[in-house]
């Protein structure tokens, strides 16, 4: 009941929050400031099925029972290499786009607002690292802590950063300090876990686990 009570809690307080203080932004900044914002973000959100493989596997492997030293030596190098793999899928395309396909953004705020998702999504990663394995763990507090304070500083941020007459690109910018400022945090609750070196069958029951998830995911 408590671990239901955290979760249900900090997500609906989240949502909550986020309700007001998109009201306020939308009032403050106008439509067109988060539609920018929107864009962004759904355009480099286009490439996260490439981060978003290993999550469910993880969860699998580690609630079945296998040695968490083991999953984790497995599922951080997994995890991090499709991090850096995100980001030279987006850059990349980003770049082939315009240099070989001649197609542009309708604007240049567009074009900063993309590359900067990108950036923001990434980090957004790395300060979520290990909520699969608390969740796995059923450990709801170390599960929803990164995710609810990071959610808490850009709600209430975000309305400030309006108010001192910043836009689309502020808006991102604040989004991604965010992230930067819940890694402490991730970081610390990553060095109470245990950690082993890669273990090939681990991985193979991992890509086993993966594989119907690549498709689906796309």
Not at 183 to 203: E, G, N, Q, V
Request: charged share 10%.
């Amino acid at each position: 009941k408590q671990k239901f009570l955290i979760q249900f809690g900090s997500n609906i307080s989240l949502k909550i929050i986020g309700i007001f203080s998109g009201i306020i932004v939308a009032r403050l900044a106008g439509p067109e400031v988060l539609g920018q914002v929107s864009y962004g973000i759904a355009y480099a959100s286009m490439f996260t099925f490439i981060t978003g493989i290993w999550g469910t596997p993880n969860i699998k492997m580690i609630s079945e029972g296998n040695s968490l030293d083991k999953c984790l030596g497995v599922f951080i190098p997994l995890k991090t290499a499709s991090i850096f793999l995100y980001l030279l899928v987006g850059a990349g395309w980003l770049l082939i786009s315009k240099f070989f396909l001649g197609k542009s953004f309708e604007s240049p705020i567009h074009q900063q607002v993309v590359w900067i998702s990108l950036i923001v999504i990434a980090l957004q990663q790395t300060a979520f690292f290990f909520r699969t394995t608390f969740e796995a763990q059923t450990m709801q507090v170390k599960s929803n802590l990164p995710v609810f304070t990071k959610g808490i500083l850009f709600q209430l941020g975000r309305i400030i950063v309006v108010l001192m007459g910043f836009r689309a690109l502020g808006l991102l910018t604040w989004q991604l300090l965010t992230s930067i400022l819940v890694l402490p945090i991730t970081f610390y609750l990553a060095k109470k876990l245990p950690k082993s070196k890669w273990d090939k069958s681990i991985a193979k029951s991992y890509w086993g686990y993966a594989k119907p998830l690549v498709l689906y995911v796309i």
